[in-house]
């Protein structure tokens, strides 16, 4: 970890993936809370790459890539960053975050997760190595059981924090836990309501709405 003057605070960038098919009220408003609590200057979505036999059969990565990019008007603090779709290998989150933090040095950047990856982390590509790059900040939502497995517990023993100024001062290095609303939407209750022709206007921001109408997407049976 390399600390610097208290007085003068990092400035944190959170960087937040998930294949966001289609991104949704309840993935901006989780953003949202978090950049406050840690009153982060900007929120970058990273779209992932969604392998083919987990993609809805008429949506592709532009099109997650441009629902993104229509989410971002609602705040300034969203920024869309298409760098793992536009990748021509597949993309891993620890090879994401050396690019990153080579890109930003003197940043604080912070990875979002919910609390169901951080359970499974261990089973993630160089997973021991990940806080090296960042801090992981875990949306806690709506109390979501925290059962743990060795691994897991071992890494939160020697890494969580629960004050959130410790982000600030250390360029990498901690995990912290935060509460976020709970908003009972998922991605593919969306992609079920869009077959069956039902209004999901207040489940996602107009544009991505507009888009997803105007393009006939999710339109098909959702096999993902």
């Given at each position: 970890m390399t600390l610097i003057n208290s007085e003068q605070p990092l400035p944190i960038?959170?960087?937040?993936?998930?294949?966001?098919n289609p991104i949704h009220h309840g993935h901006l408003q989780v953003a949202l809370?978090?950049?406050?609590?840690?009153?982060?200057?900007s929120v970058h979505l990273l779209p992932n790459y969604l392998p083919p036999h987990k993609a809805s059969p008429d949506v592709s990565a532009q099109q997650r890539a441009k629902m993104c990019e229509l989410a971002c008007l609602l705040d300034p603090k969203f920024k869309l960053d298409s760098r793992e779709l536009n990748s021509a290998e597949?993309?891993?989150?620890?090879?994401?975050?050396?690019?990153?933090?080579?890109?930003?040095?003197?940043?604080?950047?912070?990875?979002?997760?919910?609390?169901?990856?951080?359970?499974?982390?261990?089973?993630?590509?160089?997973?021991?190595?990940?806080?090296?790059?960042?801090?992981?900040?875990v949306a806690a939502r709506g109390g979501y059981p925290a059962q743990f497995n060795e691994n897991v517990r071992q890494?939160?023993?020697?890494?969580?924090?629960?004050?959130?100024?410790d982000l600030q001062t250390k360029q990498s290095g901690c995990i912290y836990l935060v509460e976020t609303s709970e908003l009972m939407i998922s991605a593919s209750q969306i992609r079920q309501r869009y077959q069956k022709q039902q209004n999901c206007r207040c489940l996602l921001p107009d544009k991505v709405n507009d888009y997803i109408i105007q393009h006939h997407l999710y339109t098909h049976v959702d096999r993902a």
């Amino acid at each position: 970890m390399t600390l610097i003057n208290s007085e003068q605070p990092l400035p944190i960038a959170i960087y937040f993936g998930g294949t966001f098919n289609p991104i949704h009220h309840g993935h901006l408003q989780v953003a949202l809370e978090v950049s406050e609590t840690l009153n982060a200057d900007s929120v970058h979505l990273l779209p992932n790459y969604l392998p083919p036999h987990k993609a809805s059969p008429d949506v592709s990565a532009q099109q997650r890539a441009k629902m993104c990019e229509l989410a971002c008007l609602l705040d300034p603090k969203f920024k869309l960053d298409s760098r793992e779709l536009n990748s021509a290998e597949p993309s891993y989150t620890i090879a994401t975050l050396k690019q990153l933090k080579a890109e930003h040095p003197n940043r604080a950047l912070c990875f979002m997760i919910g609390m169901d990856s951080l359970q499974t982390l261990d089973t993630w590509r160089n997973w021991r190595q990940l806080t090296k790059y960042c801090h992981l900040v875990v949306a806690a939502r709506g109390g979501y059981p925290a059962q743990f497995n060795e691994n897991v517990r071992q890494l939160l023993a020697s890494n969580q924090t629960f004050n959130p100024q410790d982000l600030q001062t250390k360029q990498s290095g901690c995990i912290y836990l935060v509460e976020t609303s709970e908003l009972m939407i998922s991605a593919s209750q969306i992609r079920q309501r869009y077959q069956k022709q039902q209004n999901c206007r207040c489940l996602l921001p107009d544009k991505v709405n507009d888009y997803i109408i105007q393009h006939h997407l999710y339109t098909h049976v959702d096999r993902a």
